[in-house]
């Protein structure tokens, strides 16, 4: 099946300004996410960026990097807007991939596209929480699943009777449903979490969730994070 990956890439996050381009012993976090997703069986990889920092340092290691729009509010905005650039067609299938996680590996990549093929909506992945401290960490996104994805949360009470997961930062669509996705206003649980796929949930749109083949590693959020890193060797 063919499948694109873009990997959107602000330069102003709120908790790590700059994280993208952090280097990761000889190369920034940015280049091995994007090496990672070269190695899947992805047609290409493409960034998605509103800073010309990013761009620059991404343009020293591949031809495939555009300036979109500022007014963008999240990656999945990013990556719709970067399928009008390209002018791909609405059944194009397209994965966004989170540029902070340097340690999720090509294997996970194919997985979710080889599972989500026939869906609609939006499917991502989970992968067990490694330690019952995260249920309270803000920054681990939580999936809570019962019958189904029943939604995503930031902290968890740890009496908690429905199975709890980490959510991972990758996400399966077509390009009709990025563009749907772009057509509807911010959710209020999309604002108030900071969670973009919330605005599929909310908007009663399909979400899909399968647990990783492989440990996808940490998402990098902070400098403690970087001191974390353990799995990536491009």
């Not at 509103?50 to 990556?79: H, L, P, Q």
């Amino acid at each position: 099946m063919d499948f694109y990956v873009v990997i959107p890439a602000r330069y102003d996050s709120s908790r790590f300004p700059g994280k993208v381009l952090t280097k990761i012993s000889d190369k920034s976090m940015l280049e091995h996410v994007f090496l990672n997703a070269k190695k899947s069986n992805a047609k290409d990889v493409y960034i998605a960026t509103d800073s010309e920092k990013v761009y620059e340092v991404a343009k020293n290691f591949t031809d495939n990097v555009y300036i979109t729009s500022k007014k963008n509010n999240n990656g999945t905005e990013r990556t719709a807007e970067l399928a009008k650039i390209l002018e791909w067609e609405e059944s194009v299938m397209v994965i966004n991939l989170q540029a902070d996680m340097p340690e999720l590996t090509a294997d996970n990549i194919d997985f979710l596209a080889n599972k989500s093929i026939n869906n609609k909506g939006l499917s991502t992945l989970y992968y067990p929480l490694s330690n019952p401290d995260l249920n309270l960490d803000k920054n681990t996104v939580k999936i809570i699943i019962r019958d189904g994805v029943e939604g995503f949360c930031r902290v968890v009470n740890n009496d908690s009777d429905v199975e709890i997961y980490k959510h991972i930062g990758i996400y399966f669509y077509s390009v009709k449903d990025l563009y749907l996705y772009k057509s509807l206003p911010q959710s209020n649980n999309e604002i108030s979490l900071s969670l973009e796929q919330y605005r599929f949930l909310d908007n009663k749109l399909k979400i899909s969730a399968y647990c990783a083949v492989s440990d996808p590693g940490i998402s990098v959020d902070s400098l403690d994070n970087l001191n974390e890193l353990k799995g990536v060797n491009n």
